[in-house]
């Protein structure tokens, strides 16, 4: 694979993000299907457009043939992140039809049940999905800790958390620990 392609191997699932150069794309995109692309073990590609502002026909091409070739190895491809424009081409050729579109990563590891690739406790996908932070603060004088509990995926969930740091600095707290240990995914 190209030095530069982002990847992300979570249980026999491969995430890749495109960089949103149209002529890099295609490179990174011809590589995957050469030698220098292991298979062993990858049941899902996934390939982020989030950076895409469009397609040429080469990558629609490309994209196509990538398709054929996976399916024959019965390994499924998938698209994540698709801009409103990209999604319109995909939908004029058809190409939509025959290939999973996922709003983000986490709807990608949802369905595929990657969660459990992730976090080692007993709880379902939706349960873990399920967003929460405790606040401690009283254990320790001038220590306060945050545990974050489920997905941080969403911006308001950054957002609170920034908001409770700011409370506990502005109430002279010096320390701050945040636990992650029951967190699932963060985006």
């Known amino acids: 694979m190209h030095t530069s392609l982002y990847s992300k191997r979570l249980g026999n699932s491969l995430i890749i993000r495109l960089s949103g150069n149209n002529e890099q794309d295609l490179i990174n995109l011809a590589a995957l299907d050469t030698s220098k692309f292991s298979t062993d073990g990858v049941g899902h590609l996934a390939i982020s457009l989030e950076r895409v502002a469009f397609f040429y026909s080469a990558t629609i091409n490309r994209l196509v043939e990538l398709y054929k070739i996976l399916s024959e190895k019965s390994i499924t491809l998938s698209l994540l992140q698709v801009p409103d424009k990209v999604r319109m081409i995909l939908t004029g050729v058809k190409l939509d039809r025959h290939l999973n579109i996922y709003r983000s990563e986490y709807d990608f590891i949802l369905a595929h049940n990657k969660i459990s690739d992730i976090s080692s406790g007993t709880e379902t996908p939706q349960e873990?999905?399920?967003?929460?932070?405790?606040?401690?603060?009283?254990?320790?004088?001038?220590?306060?800790?945050?545990?974050?509990?489920?997905?941080?995926?969403?911006?308001?969930?950054?957002?609170?958390?920034?908001?409770?740091?700011?409370?506990?600095?502005?109430?002279?707290?010096?320390?701050?620990?945040?636990?992650?240990?029951?967190?699932?995914?963060?985006?």
């Open 128 to 187: 873990m999905s399920e967003f929460g932070i405790h606040r401690e603060c009283d254990a320790i004088p001038g220590v306060c800790r945050f545990s974050i509990c489920g997905a941080l995926i969403e911006s308001h969930h950054a957002h609170q958390l920034y908001e409770l740091i700011e409370t506990a600095i502005s109430e002279g707290i010096k320390e701050i620990n945040i636990d992650l240990k029951k967190t699932t995914y963060i985006d």
